[in-house]
Nanobody, 125 residues
Framework: QVQLVESGGGLVQAGASLRLACAAS????????MGWFRQAPGKERDVVAT????????YYADSVKGRFTISRDNAKSTVYLQMNSLKPEDTGVYYC??????????????????WGRGTQVTVSS
């Protein structure tokens, strides 16, 4: 059974940092493109960052470029999202997802094979 479990969320003040982790079980993430997504209250889920299964290509939403970094440790089956200089508009539920061999549509939410249940990030002003 495949599971993606996010952790690391919390309540922080603006300007702080958080590191999210997504631990995968039941699949080897080496062949999966991994993504982080955010859903703010009352809004649709959006792509935050994506890292292809080859590790060669990343995608970041414009709103997080220069502040967030996605990385992966295939040996640990874990993907990370380092979030620095957090802003109140970064508040939301953060989800990770995996899609086998995805090389395109890195800015799309659609078509992922597996999703985690999310972790809440709240940034106060």
């Amino acid at each position: 059974q495949v599971q993606l479990v996010e952790s690391g969320g919390g309540l922080v003040q603006a300007g702080a940092s958080l590191r999210l982790a997504c631990a995968a079980s039941g699949l080897g993430i080496a062949i999966y493109t991994m993504g982080w997504f955010r859903q703010a209250p009352g809004k649709e889920r959006d792509v935050v960052a994506t890292l292809t299964w080859t590790g060669r290509t990343t995608y970041y939403a414009d709103s997080v470029k220069g502040r967030f970094t996605i990385s992966r440790d295939n040996a640990k089956s874990t993907v990370y999202l380092q979030m620095n200089s957090l802003k109140p508009e970064d508040t939301g539920v953060y989800y990770c997802a995996a899609d086998r061999f995805r090389d395109s549509r890195l800015d799309s939410v659609a078509g992922y094979d597996y999703w985690g249940r999310g972790t809440q990030v709240t940034v106060s002003s």
